[in-house]
């Protein structure tokens, strides 16, 4: 049946308007790019900094620094690469001309690689350069390490020892120097563990900024305003009144040339270990104290901390993966994951996976939580579906003998499409021979879309994520016991994985929602995995 939809009120309207409420402005700063040559740099980094500056979000002083090995670029050069790549951004719907050459101003390039020692001395007398008509206590910087994980050890241990980054144990201090580490942060509990040892012998945890860009989109933040600021939601959310918990990150696309990274990734380590334990850990956490980043933080370590371990005896009946077989995404044929470049033709790698966890507390004891992402699906989507339990008995219809209903689902759509639907149940119109015979019952949707409702100005993920850390809120970045607790969780799957090689390995076709070994996981729960 067509949903229903829902709109904002005359009061909201009356506030809003078609804009958003005023956002913070940042704090005086220079962020310095290490990696600004590469692909994240140009298609996140760059077209969020600009949506910044269109907005008045960036201070008056503000700069950007790219540090990258092309030493032959100059600071005109790479100002031209950047507005090509703004031309070409999916984030950027139109460049401002205007906005630009106002901030182009502000960006400068030096060349060296960010592993050697010398190049420091460059990026020192840069700094100097940009900052020259600074007062000391404005010069705060912030260096975003967009490189390879393989090389945040030399990185962070030179921006320490070069003195670029000082530890500064009390976060009032200025200047301010913070560091921006962006996922996967480790491959494991120990190398994690020990990344994070040498992290915060250098510095003090509010001075690091672990980088999960989910959590920066608008969907993502909009969990704990729904449940905590919305009564008629919070008491139902527990294992009484909810069955189960579907999380989805599902992607249309398959690895293509980034097969020697995925090789050694994986999807568990691409995707679980980081987003998905996320937005499991902020749909089942308690309320915090405060809207604070400690206080939240507390909050989703005690959830992921209560998640029942993976053991030997209980991972092959909770967990399946996979990897996609040649098949049709969009009628487009697509060939198989062993078959595309540089991937191993006996890989083990999983391309999808479905886990079934358990949070063993006293809100969500015995309420599965059924996770699963893969690529080659046939759409592009993540969201957090709960389904709530359905009602105890069915009167309508004939001599009390009624079908069974459609549990009501509240789903929250955090990519594509941003917003919230819930389903529930209503009488189909028509006259019906008695009241309590004959009534034809039909499931609808009730539908709440952010582009709807505020017009196209959701801020993308990085554009709020770079303002986060330019005014020092950490509330939507993890913290280090947090990255460790999730590894703790997910180290057992990968280990057993590792020893206990699949054959054969199962296969979904492209373009299909995933292998049949996951339809059993699920089983007829609400009638299988809920299709997007």
Known sequence: MPGLHMHMSARQHATYGTKLPEMSQAEHCTMVIFGATGDLTKRK???ALYQLAAEHLLAPGFAVLAVGRESSLTDE??????????????????????????FEKRIFFVGGDATDAAAYEGIKKKLDEIESECAPETRNRFFYLAVPPSVFEPIVRLLSSSGLVPRIDDPKQRPWARVVVEKPFGRSLATAHALNQLVLSLFAEHQVYRIDHFLGKETVQNVLVLRFANSIFEPLWNRRWVSHVEITAAETVGVEARGKYYEEAGVVRDMFQNHLLQLLALTAMEPPYSMTADAVRDEKVKVIRSIRWLSPETIPEVAVRAQY??????????????????????????????????????????????VRSGKRMPKRVSEIAVHFQAPPHLMFGGNGVGRDLEPNVLVMRVQPN?????????KVPGAAVALTQNIEVAPVDMDFAYAEAFGETAAPAYETLLLDVMIGEMTLFTRSDEVEAAWRLIDPLLDYWASHPADPMPTYPAGSWGPKEADKLIGKMNGGWRKP
Do not use: C, H, I
């Open 45 to 47: 980094l760059f077209p």
């Open 77 to 102: 050069t790479f100002r031209t690469k950047m507005r090509e790549a703004l031309g070409e951004s999916d984030e950027v719907k139109k460049v401002d001309d205007s906005v630009w050459q106002e």
């Open 325 to 370: 077989a040649a098949g049709t995404v969009k009628g487009e044929k697509v060939p198989g994951y062993r078959d595309e470049p540089d991937v191993s033709k006996d890989s083990q790698t999983p391309t999808y996976a479905a886990v079934r966890f358990f949070v063993d507390n006293w809100r969500w004891k015995g309420v599965p939580f059924f």
């Open 418 to 426: 941003e917003g919230v639907s819930l389903n529930f149940e209503v």
